[in-house]
């Protein structure tokens, strides 16, 4: 998958000054994790920081003196970490996966240099146990790759869509379309359809890949999720074919259609959680239709929510549909 959550090859720069068994054992736990890369390594935290500024380091770990000592007698010591926090999503994982591997080192250590405290934990009668709902081994997968196929569908319905009308303008059958018995909704009807069974079997064929190749398993019902792509198809179809009656070229038509799409997939919640936006773009995001079609194919496929559950994301769905779609109808006559 070319969109993830992981972050690989986190180029470190260690600063060493105890040198010591203990030491070397956590840059060895550290570099075997499979996240991190060894770029420097030595007793200059001056020379790891220049690393840091040609960008041939991510991050310093800097091991102050006496750090066995420390750590096995006082049962303490601290490590410096700096983080290059340019990238905001790639210095929050490499802090985290850092966190994670002092944790498993220092429960190593102290099982290691104070066995009593093993026996103490086998005797101890309170253990705590984290359980994730509807994501037990917080794979990210199963929250990115239903997003990935509502942007698909959206891509593809919206841009063979925006295009089309455009397409008559250019090679001038708009006119005969214009002046024959055929109504204006049953024309835009006839050419929404096509596209709309295009973008259906797209869905489906990304409903295989993501169960047999990614592993997301469905937890909700089939009908109920192919009703609501459904109802979020048709709202696409006449956002697309609305920008197809403002333009006059299909260049045109294309230059509008990706920037809407991307307004969509940046305020829609498939990489950051609408609650983490700031408040004004929360607002953009409710009048956002993937928005609501990205929270219903998550509910369903991950928690298995019924209609019932899902009636006001249905309301919103209808209401884009029909607004779209109308409008669209309403902008051709106008032109025409």
Known sequence: MAANYEVKNINLAVVDHDHSTVSRDLINDITSSGYFQLTYFGENY???????????????????????????????????VGINAINGTKAGLSGAYLTQIFQLFNKNIQLKFQPQIAEAAKNSGLEIRS???????????????PGILVFLV?????????????????????EQINVSPVKKSNF???????????SMVVFILGMFISHFFYKVDMYGNLPTLLLFVTIYQ???????????????????????????????I???????PIESMP?????????NPMTYMIEIIRLIMLKGSTI?????????????????????????????
């Open 46 to 80: 001056r020379a790891a920081f220049e690393k840091i500024e040609k960008e041939n380091a991510d991050l310093i770990l800097e091991i102050p003196p006496n750090f066995e000592k420390n750590l096995i007698r006082e049962n303490q010591q601290q490590v410096f």
């Open 131 to 145: 359980l994730m709902w509807f994501n037990k081994n917080y794979n990210y997968r199963l929250s990115l790759v």
């Open 154 to 174: 959206t891509l593809v319905g919206g841009m063979l869509s925006a295009l089309n009308i455009v397409e008559e303008k250019e090679i001038g059958t708009i």
């Open 188 to 198: 835009i009807l006839g050419k929404m359809i096509p596209f709309w069974i295009l």
């Open 234 to 264: 048709i709202g696409i179809l006449g956002y697309g074919l609305l920008i197809s009656t403002y333009s006059e070229t299909q260049q045109q038509a294309m230059f509008i259609n990706f920037f809407f799409v991307m307004i969509f």
């Open 266 to 272: 940046l305020m829609s919640g498939l990489f950051t």
């Open 279 to 287: 408040i004004w773009s929360q607002y953009i995001a409710k009048m």
């Open 308 to 336: 019932q559950n899902l009636l006001p994301q249905l309301l919103a769905l209808i209401v884009f549909a029909v607004v779209f779609n109308v409008w669209a109808i309403l902008n051709y006559r106008k032109t025409s």
